[in-house]
């Protein structure tokens, strides 16, 4: 099973940035997706962003698009979430995800075998 520890969270303003970052370890880093999700207070956990191993193929949901972008250092086992042009309708809890196994819908909450914790995203309008 891997581990994964979030950090990067905070209060911003509208239409400023922050960049998540999660630490993966446990297991070899290489081989498997990683995602990043969020859930707002009453909402259901949904889906932001992905990022494949073999071909570092990204994913979006349409409500970052533009906006957020992924990327992923195999050699330090991390990935990032860059976050630009923040809106109130982006604050949440944001959760960094691995699929270790399984080549289902890259998008689906269950498709993720391991969770990280989750870091707290406010953005002020």
């Known amino acids: 099973q891997v581990q994964l520890l979030e950090s990067g969270g905070g209060l911003v303003q509208a239409g400023g940035s922050l960049r998540l970052s999660c630490a993966a370890s446990?297991?070899?880093?290489?081989?498997?997706?990683m995602g990043w999700f969020r859930q707002a207070p009453g909402k259901e956990r949904e889906f932001v962003t992905a990022i494949t191993w073999d071909r570092g193929s990204t994913y979006y949901a349409s409500s970052v698009k533009g906006r957020f972008t992924i990327s992923r250092d195999n050699a330090k086992n991390t990935v990032a979430l860059q976050m630009n042009s923040l809106k109130s309708e982006d604050t949440a809890v944001y959760y960094c995800a691995a699929r270790t196994r399984g080549r289902g819908d890259i998008t689906i909450a269950a498709q993720y075998d391991s969770w990280g914790q989750g870091t707290q995203v406010t953005v002020s309008s």
């Open positions: 446990g297991r070899t880093f290489g081989g498997y997706a």
